[in-house]
């Protein structure tokens, strides 16, 4: 069934985030126990060992189906925004890297369109907004740099929604 859905959507263009390719596998009893809930905990907010009471955990509870707050941050964000930001579907450049002196990036989006660069520099991330190309100043430190179409990116993803930039984008 999973590869009959995702040859259609790939027909259609329709972007899959595909979870079989993460290690996210409920039918480990652990895995099932730390990512996953079937009820609310005790504050109200999809449960977990440290807010049920653990004696429910058990073989056959929880079910696996729904994933935890834990589990939609270590692996759906990073597999949906990795789909959402493929560059073969969005038309945003591949990393660049620093050779030399100082790195000109030209974004693949029409003129005039907004776009954002980030990149390590100093071992901290640094981002720019920018139209048609930039130039980022050559240190040893700057290793790498991707662009993305800010506009599609604010779109798709608010920044101020983001849960940790960083294995999206530097793992």
Known sequence: IFEISYNVCRKNNVKVADLYNSSLDTNIQELRWKYSFDDLGSDNLPGNMGTVSSEKFSDSYPTGTHPNFLAVEEFYVPAVTEALLDKNNT?????????????????????????LAL?????????????????????????????????????????????????????
């Open 119 to 171: 990149y390590v520099d100093r071992g901290l991330l640094s981002a720019s907004v920018f139209t048609g190309s930039i130039t980022v100043p050559y240190r040893e430190e700057i290793t790498k740099i991707k662009v993305f179409n800010w506009d599609r990116l604010q779109t798709l993803i608010p920044l101020n929604n983001y849960i940790d930039i960083d294995p999206f984008f530097f793992s």
């Open 91 to 115: 038309g945003f450049t591949a990393w660049g890297f620093v050779e030399g002196g100082q790195l000109k990036v030209h974004a693949k989006t029409d003129s005039g369109v907004l776009v």
